[in-house]
């Protein structure tokens, strides 16, 4: 009996953005390793496993959960929303593989991570080379978060934001990227993407502060870079054929 | 009849790493509007449909199609490999929507991008914060695209590196990151990810020119962080859970 971990990502929570081997994973395994909110996203595909289901903060109990499963010979899917290298569980899975000399048999499912699912939404503010940056200093120093803000703002890069949950440090975030755009550049705030109680908003880098109420731990937010727009209530970020082509509709160039 | 235009992406190509989302966008879709070589990637999916293709360079010209197929009434899906976001489809068809003030009903469908399908082959590269940059000119000065590579390299962000296909661009971007991290630094090559000619190379800051050979087009790089190690033969950014916790298996703390 061999064990197999799958390290899964479940993309923004809804069925349909689920990849086919996020679902295969799933159902070839005995066992599922969840945070309690996204064990309740696959609730669809559990029926009949074993479900251990953990608190925020607990990854590394996650993962040795996990892989103390795989050494029983047990299939294991090991969980995380959107796709598991985004601040996910691969890293904290295969360093306590690595640190233990353990070498099991594991695959990375990836998935739709969180700026792509709320970009979706937003329009295509991803268009240009863009950083993703998160916010929780649970594990990161917050002067080394802060750093790589203005790093990230220095090189014009479209921003995006996860786990936007310390409000003191994303004001200080915003503020530092204020100091390089231009008050009215485009910031889109998605909460529960493609989930039913998603909110999808578009402000701006001087309004964005109106809308505190709706940032928590599962928002994101994408803040546009010098050349982002906003038309038809969408946020656009040029990939640049503006500067060479048009985009006249009725010719045949 | 009211035409719809679905803004696709497919993920890395192989049929298991799609969404379920695309595969009904494309079901749906009376056209298929894609690239070439993408055209192939979902020749599963397109038969008795109008598939129209078009080289690489002509992203207007195919979104001009796509969108006046829409308004014919068609439903149509617009075609990009990974996610439409990045680097793909999703700007200029929203940009010629905007600039001929059409307000036509679309959707866009994420996917896994180039990025995410990479890292899944090498470890886990991904789990602290990154940056992505197109190495691909075209439409971007290489001044600009160096520039953000060096802030890039500054706020030791791991740095994705897309379409590095101008040799001398990648050599000049390789050496800025050298003055800012260590030879040994860890870089994953991964070419064709999750498709049969798939290769997966783990080298580093120093190696990398060894393996120029398989650089082109569809390869894509990542540049870790002054973190990120080698282990077993996977590429690791720690998340930070070890400047907090220990990885150690048998206890029950």
Sequence with gaps: MKGKLFIV???????PIRTFRMVEAIKQSD?????????????????????ITARMK???????????????????????SG??????MASPALEMMCKNNLDLDFEIVPGVTAALAAAAKLGSPLAMDFASISLSDLLVPAEEILHRVKKA??????????????????????????????????????????REDE??????????????????????????????????????????????YNFELNNDS
Tied chains: 1, 2.
């Design 31 to 51: 066992v599922i390793v969840a945070y309690t909110t996204y064990a309740k996203l696959i609730g669809d595909l559990v029926d009949g496993k074993e479900v």
């Design 83 to 88: 796709d598991p290298q985004v601040y996910g």
């Design 58 to 80: 607990e990854e590394l109990y996650r993962a040795k959960v996990a892989i103390q499963k795989v050494q029983e010979g047990k299939v294991v899917s090991l969980i995380s």
């Design 153 to 194: 703002a220095e090189g014009d890069f479209v921003i995006v934001l996860y786990n936007p949950i310390n409000k003191p440090l994303l004001e200080r975030a915003m503020a530092i990227i204020s100091e390089y755009r231009k008050p009215e550049t485009p910031v889109g705030i998605v909460k529960s993407a493609y």
């Design 199 to 244: 909110q999808v908003i578009i402000t701006n880098l001087s309004d964005w502060k109106r809308h505190e109420g709706i940032i928590n731990m599962i928002t994101t937010m994408i803040v546009g870079n010098s050349r982002t727009y906003t038309c038809n209530g969408k946020m656009i970020t040029p990939r640049g054929y503006d500067r060479r």
């Design 9 to 15: 990502g479940t993309g923004p929570g809804a069925p």
